[in-house]
């Protein structure tokens, strides 16, 4: 299991209108496998955008994956 955080702050002055003026990112990760072959993957992200002129955005993301390796 893991977690990180991220952030993106970009200089305001060379932004244009509509542009990302902030990222800011939280993410938990877990990964299980099941066999030497056979690997399964859950990852939960929580973004959050700031925009020049525009309100805020946010988004909740859950990923699922599995991997097969031979």
Request: glycine share 6%; charged share 25%; net charge negative.
């Given at each position: 299991?893991?977690?990180?955080?991220?952030?993106?702050?970009?200089?305001?002055?060379?932004?244009?209108?509509?542009?990302?003026?902030?990222?800011?990112?939280?993410?938990v990760t877990n990964q299980l496998r099941l066999a030497p072959s056979?690997?399964?993957g859950l990852d939960y992200l929580y973004w959050t955008t700031n925009y020049l002129g525009l309100p805020e955005g946010t988004d909740n993301r859950l990923n699922f994956y599995s991997v097969y390796t031979f």
């Open positions: 299991m893991s977690a990180g955080w991220t952030y993106d702050n970009p200089d305001n002055d060379d932004l244009t209108a509509g542009s990302r003026k902030l990222n800011r990112a939280w993410y056979f690997l399964f």
